[in-house]
C-alpha cells in the first residue's frame, strides 16, 4: 500500500494572553505597532491594517496579509487579549510574532494552540495556482 | 469545597470547507456579500469590512464586529476555503452563519471545530467593563 503524503495550505496559531499589562491592551495606537510589527517580524507582507477602540474598554484589530491574517480581541479589565495568527506557509516564523505579542503586553500567562488548515493530498499540490 | 463556575469571553469556530464551487470561491464581490449576510444572519453588527482578489486566484477578507470577526482565506484551485467566525457572546447565532456559508459556497465537505476563548472564572465577571 503507498501512502499519500499530506501537506496543509495554513498554519494558524490560536494564543490566549493573560494577566497582561491593562494600560497596553487599552492603549490601540500601542496594540495596532505590535500587531504590525509581528507580522512583520514572522516576515510577513501587509495589505491592510484596521483597528478600533472601544469606549469603555478593549481593542479589535486584524492585519491582513495575502492568505493569511493576525487578528487581535482585547479585555483590558480582565488583563485578556485572544490573538490568532494564520498563516499560509511553514516558512513563516509564527513563534517569533508570538514571543513579540507575549513580551510587549507583558503577559504572565500563555496558551498556545497550533491547528493545521486545509489538509491536502501531496499529488494535489500541482494543481496549486498561488502560493504566498 | 465550592467549585468557581467559570465562563468565557469569546465563542470561535474554525470552519474548513471543501469541494465548492470553485468560481464562487474566485468570485470576490460574491464572497464578501455572503461573508457580511454571515455576520448580520448570526445577528453581528458590522464595523470594517475588507476584502482584496489575488491576481493569480483567490479571495481574502474579514468582516470585523466589536470584539469579533469572521475571516475568509479562499483556494479556488483546490475547491477549498478557511473560515474563521469568532464572536462574544454565546447567544449569537453562528451555527446559522455556518450553514450560510456552506449552502452558498456549494461545499460538499466541511469540518467544524468550537474553541472556547478566553476561559475566565464567575466571580471575575463581576469586573467586566464592556459586553458586546
Not at 7 to 13: D, T
Request: proline share 1%; hydrophobic share 40%; net charge neutral.
Amino acid at each position: 500500500m503507498i501512502k499519500t503524503k499530506k501537506e496543509i495550505l495554513g498554519k494558524h496559531i490560536v494564543l490566549e494572553i493573560s494577566e497582561c499589562n491593562n494600560k497596553k491592551l487599552n492603549d490601540v495606537e500601542f496594540v495596532e505597532k505590535i500587531m504590525v510589527k509581528a507580522a512583520l517580524t514572522a516576515g510577513l507582507e501587509i495589505s491592510d491594517v484596521v483597528f478600533n477602540q472601544f469606549k469603555s474598554q478593549g481593542v479589535t484589530g486584524v492585519v491582513m496579509i495575502a492568505e493569511s491574517h493576525l487578528t487581535i480581541h482585547t479585555w483590558p479589565e480582565l488583563g485578556y487579549a485572544a490573538v490568532d495568527l494564520f498563516t499560509c506557509s511553514q516558512s513563516f516564523n509564527t513563534f517569533a510574532a508570538v514571543d513579540l505579542i507575549k513580551e510587549k503586553f507583558e503577559a504572565k500567562r500563555t496558551e498556545v494552540e497550533e491547528i493545521k488548515r486545509g489538509t491536502i493530498k501531496e499529488n494535489k499540490l500541482s494543481s496549486l495556482i498561488h502560493f504566498c
